[in-house]
């Protein structure tokens, strides 16, 4: 748990970052990357949705962090940032794949220690 909230405020500081290096500024550095070219313009509000409510506290710290930024509001589907925690999703117990799109920021992560 640790471990996933410590990942979600490297996003936060990704994704808040006004000064950002040619390169990405993702911490923990993924084993793969494919840049779309895209950006995702995120206004004074922002929508999260998560997949279960195993995730909700996770889901909560994460929120407190960009309420310095913005407001934040919880929906139940289709959140402008999706938190989803998946048993299937493969590459062991830190395993994630962030996606972002001009809709959206998906976060995907295997099943918590």
């Known amino acids: 748990m640790k471990r996933l909230v410590l990942f ?8 808040f970052s006004f000064a950002q290096p040619a390169g990405l500024n993702i ?9 779309s070219g895209g950006y995702l313009n995120i206004n004074k509000s922002v929508t999260i949705s ?35 925690q998946d048993e299937k999703f493969t590459g062991g117990a830190e395993a ?4 972002i799109t001009p809709k959206k920021i998906t976060i995907r992560a295997s099943l918590l220690n």
């Open 8 to 15: 979600l405020l490297v996003i936060i500081n990704a994704i």
């Open 50 to 84: 998560i997949s279960n409510d195993s995730i909700r506290q996770v889901a909560e710290i994460f929120a407190s962090e960009l309420m310095g930024y913005i407001s934040v509001q919880f929906v139940k589907k289709g959140g402008d940032i999706e938190l989803i």
């Open 27 to 35: 911490i923990p550095q993924p084993y793969a990357v494919k840049m």
């Open 96 to 99: 994630y794949q962030l996606i």
